[in-house]
């Protein structure tokens, strides 16, 4: 008997022109949770796609409790009880919870469905577990907070000893990610193996007991976490020493650049407003960050500002021009650069080759088309230049199909392209969601770089490392409404979390309101 | 060399080729089981009667000309995001223009074109603007026009005596009038091609139709416009971010997308060859064009060497009567046509046989297909490094 219920030893996998995982090794212990830390392109998704069944390594193999298996598809990891929580997760969005989780496995009599076994099942199963979800509740209807414990269910439900969780907390508010490590420790207890993926090191060190590192698709080694730090752990992932404080002099704020006034913007969820009545400013070399949970308006505050969503009432200036009914083309040509939440819904045409996207707002400037006709040289040069300086990695330079791009490249290149529109007023809506410490890094000097070029930036993050590290000025939304203005030298994480859970909020924001 | 087979171009056109000939060879079982007397020389009919002799040729172009324009018509729209399956209706409405003017008005065959193209554009247009404004699904409203074309235009013919053959001097009613006796500078010219091909179908409308696909296929692929077009289809979300007016760009596509099947009819029915035929089944040339897109991968080039495939099958056909009824005929060629569109399919099977040599697709890509991107395959095999089974 092995001491390890799942071993992937010497695994390699090759892609056209790429070595995906080059000889890499891990081994998974019974009742342990084991991190599997890299950065963006690093592997680690493909090689949780061999065990999975998804893809056939070239060479190595697999063995579960020291017996080689081969696993062909996403039913023989099942058979072995292997689950995966997706980073999307794979659910029915007109379904309820409990049709999600009994797909593919509908317990039946003759062919007719037996949902009352089911649903006891799912019921004792997250009451065991504390994974609260309404069965009931249709998946489109509910938080993704939730839409992930349903994912968790499945994985239940099914019996799966061995639990991937392919980075869980990259769409969870700081709550509900204390849940999760709670929900994953008691998994533990009961016996169960967790691959946890992430390039989080605060959750490694939190939950995990042993961590794999990968970098480049090259096996770096395995590491008990109780012998390590953060900044060791990061050096292996990246290769260098990475700089978790953001290096920056004191803002100095010119002259105002943009300005809201009584923002308010309906939601297309409920009734109410999702913005109700904000009023906004951010000056020239200053970073303004709006910080608060997920839901809480920002979204829709900088969709109406943009111009994706219409405003209800408010007005907004630019540089002291009204802007408020202009269009979103007009916006752009003002000098408003937008790096949008969605990088795959707005931020680029996938199906487009980089190039292409690197031009997207300007294809019609004098500079690009003469007469109508693209200026294909021009954008050809264009587009390299900013790969060059923004160093964005892919497989075939201008022509890469951005689909095929990792995503940390992908938003690379929407930061070149924003950037580099010399914008007066950027903003940036979770730019590093997804990303690993390296562009994280680099991410933030790029905003950094952009405020002391006298540049204003709005930032909207739900990270509170982010909010504290590199903004000059926080301000929390809660409910739509802005609750508090911070200085980020002198408030503390825990003053904020208070306002951004609603427990507090700073008076003459609202007196107003109030009154009336 | 070596890199040459290892081309996307080359698995493209490999693909088609294998398409086609599985399709030939169910086609053949097919010819079998319902007459095995003349299966072999039926197959030999399919392949070759297209070439057999110059007046077959001809027709293989003549039928080609508006193949090719509703084609275009299909494929335009779905690089744009866009399934117009009403080309049959701006098919119809188009030819029906086109008559208008020759007859009734006695215009030249160049004013009746143009007004093919309106007629065809705004019967795109409507389900357009249906779609832009109130999100309502192109593929109903353009269903519904079809029906709507077929019928007006029939209505209108009953109602328009001097367009039909009996008031010149023919004795049926039941279609429009002969250009030859009704206006003969109606008739698209021939310029001497007739007397070359030995052939009364051979005119000049299959240039006509090769000039428009070479025009769309540099606004699709050279012009700001067609930039924008594709933006909207591939991401209308990402389009509306870049400040690109979305739903002028739905209008349009589809006006164009009609004014192309308009000009379909236009070329056929001024072929001098063709007569407008009172009766209430929808024409089959506008559907067409759905397999010619498709076979041609919505590549305006593409689509040109797909209609002409299609027309040269339908040709071999024509030539199988008597010894199969035409039902049959029509069934062999479908399922030829069928599997042809298939070559999507096969084209993935073999790039994981072949792996593409992806550090050499430009200079030889260019030669042997026109450029890509292909629309509407999202599961694209493209495995990098991180995106593994995400999607």
Known sequence: MSDYVIEMLNITKRFPGIVANDNITLQLKKGEVHALLGENGAGKSTLMSVLFGLYQPEEGCIKKNGEVVKINDPNDANALHIGMVHQHFKLVECFSVLDNIILGVEPNKMGFLQKKEARAKVLELSEKYGLKVDPDALIEDISVGMQQRVEILKMLYRENEILIFDEPTAVLTPQEIDELMEIMRGFKAEGKSILFITHKLNEIMAVADRCTVLRKGKYMGTVNVADTTKEELSKMMVGRNVNFKVDKCDCKPGETVFKAEHVTVPSKLHKKNAVNDVSLEVRAGEIVCLAGIEGNGQTEFVQGITGLTKMSSGRIELLGKDITNASIREKSIMGISHIPEDRHKHGLVLDYSLEQNMVLQQYWEPQFQHNGFIKQQAVREYAEKLIDQFDVRSGQGPITTVRSMSGGNQQKAIIAREISKDPKLLIAVQPTRGLDVGAIEYIHKQLVKERDEGKAVLLVSLELDEVMNVSDRILVMYEGEIVGEFDPKTVTVQELGLYMAGAKRQDENNSKKEEA | MKNYFKSKGFITVLASVISIVVGLLIGFILLIVFNPAYAVGGLGSIISKGF????????????????????????????????????????????????????????????????????????????????????????????????????????????????????????????????????????????????????????????????????????????????ELKACGFNKDASIYAGINAKRNIV??????????????????????????????????????????????????????????????????????????????????????????FSLLVKNILGKFIKTDTSNVNAEDKAVTPPEPVPAKPAEVAPTEEKGGNE
């Open chain 2, 52 to 227: 057999s002799s110059s007046d077959k040729f001809a027709k293989v172009l003549y039928q080609a000309a508006p193949l090719i324009m509703t084609g275009l018509s299909v494929g335009f729209a779905f690089k744009t995001g866009l399934f117009n399956i009403g080309a049959t209706g701006q098919y119809t409405v188009g030819a029906f223009m086109a008559l208008v003017f020759g007859i009734q008005f006695q215009m030249p065959w160049w004013v009746c074109l143009i007004a093919a193209m309106i007629g065809g554009a705004i019967w795109g247009f409507i389900p357009g603007i249906c779609k832009a404004l109130f999100n309502v699904n192109e593929v109903i409203t353009s269903i519904m026009f079809n029906w709507l074309g077929l019928f007006m235009v029939n209505l209108l013919l009953n109602n328009m005596p001097v367009m039909l053959a009996d008031h010149w001097g023919a004795s049926n009613k039941d279609r429009t009038a002969a250009l030859a006796s009704a206006n003969p500078s109606a008739i698209i010219p021939k310029l001497g091609l007739n007397e070359l091909l030995h052939s009364n179908y051979m005119n000049i409308s299959i240039f006509i139709a090769i000039i428009i696909a070479v025009v769309i296929y540099i606004i699709l692929e050279k012009r700001t416009f067609g930039y």
């Open chain 2, 252 to 341: 349009l596509s589809m006006v164009i997308s009609g004014a192309l099947a308009g000009i379909g009819g236009g070329i056929y029915y001024l072929s001098g060859t063709a007569q407008y035929t009172i009766v209430k089944s929808l024409l089959a040339m506008g559907f067409n064009g759905i397999p010619v897109a498709l076979l041609g991968a919505s590549s305006p080039i593409g689509i040109i060497f797909a209609a002409l495939f299609i027309s040269y099958i339908q040709v071999g056909g024509e030539a199988l009567q008597p010894e199969y009824a035409k039902e049959i005929i029509d069934i062999i060629i479908a399922v030829i046509i069928y599997l042809s569109a």
